[in-house]
């Protein structure tokens, strides 16, 4: 139990362009979806948490209006990177948990961005 | 939530136990201990937590000192897809917020 699964695994586009990622959790309902970062070499830096049906709390320095974060449902949640640049190119993680408080965190597969 | 320090790397031998320390020396009577491990290009793996008493499950074994200050990460048999970095977490269940240290890079070697 416990999956959680990322769309697409990894994607290339060209610098201006809008990448749409996708977090679900197949076997259970996710109140709460994390999106992090993580640059080469370096550990993930969470970027915003998202809660169902509410807009998402970004951390210090993540510009929400790049970051489109949407948790329509109890098992998706999207990550849209809005006019992408090569900048942005990283590995984007979600993870989600159950319920509400003192859950495991469980984490997708990631997916990995290249802006060209 | 309190910050965990482990060593940047260590190097075990397949089929030996690998013991992967962590200070949390600042953890609060709230916080659990959280262990993941993340291989190359993958996302992170949940591998164990606890409170204060020492934890096993299928994975690995977690050791809690008694004030709660540092705990252990065991691997009974190691084996070569083990490798990864493994990083131990300090986790507030209200905060309900991950934060990342540096890990540990474990390698396994023949």
């Known amino acids: 139990g416990a999956v959680v699964s990322q769309h697409p695994s990894r994607v290339i586009c060209k610098s201006g362009t809008s990448v749409k990622i996708e977090c679900r959790s197949l076997?259970?309902?996710?109140?709460?979806m994390f999106w992090y970062r993580q640059f080469p070499k370096q550990s993930l830096m969470l970027m915003a948490t998202?809660?169902?049906?509410?807009?998402?709390?970004?951390e210090q320095g993540v510009e929400k209006d790049k970051f489109l974060i949407n948790h329509a449902s109890l098992t998706l949640s999207t990550l849209t990177v809005t006019s992408a640049h090569p900048e942005d190119s990283s590995f984007y993680i979600c993870?989600?948990?159950?319920?509400?408080?003192?859950?495991?965190?469980?984490f997708g597969p990631g997916t990995r961005l290249l802006v060209l | 939530d309190a910050k965990t320090t482990q060593p940047p790397s260590m190097d075990c031998a397949e089929g030996r136990a690998a013991n992967l320390p962590c200070n949390h020396s600042?953890?609060?009577?709230?916080?659990?201990v959280y262990w993941y491990r993340q291989i190359h290009s993958q996302g992170p793996q949940y591998i164990i937590h606890?409170?204060?008493n020492n934890e096993t499950n299928e994975m690995a074994s977690l050791i809690i000192t008694e004030d709660r200050k540092s705990s252990t990460l065991i691997l009974p048999h190691a084996t070569l897809r083990d490798t990864a970095v493994y990083y131990c977490?300090?986790?507030?269940?209200?905060?309900?917020?991950?934060?990342f240290g540096g890990g540990t890079r474990l390698m396994v070697k023949p």
């Open positions: 606890g409170l204060k």
């Open positions: 993870s989600a948990t159950y319920l509400a408080v003192g859950e495991t965190q469980y």
């Open positions: 076997d259970f309902q996710a109140t709460t």
């Open positions: 998202s809660n169902e049906g509410s807009k998402a709390t970004y």
């Open positions: 977490i300090s986790y507030n269940n209200a905060g309900n917020m991950l934060t």
């Open positions: 600042t953890i609060s009577g709230n916080e659990y």
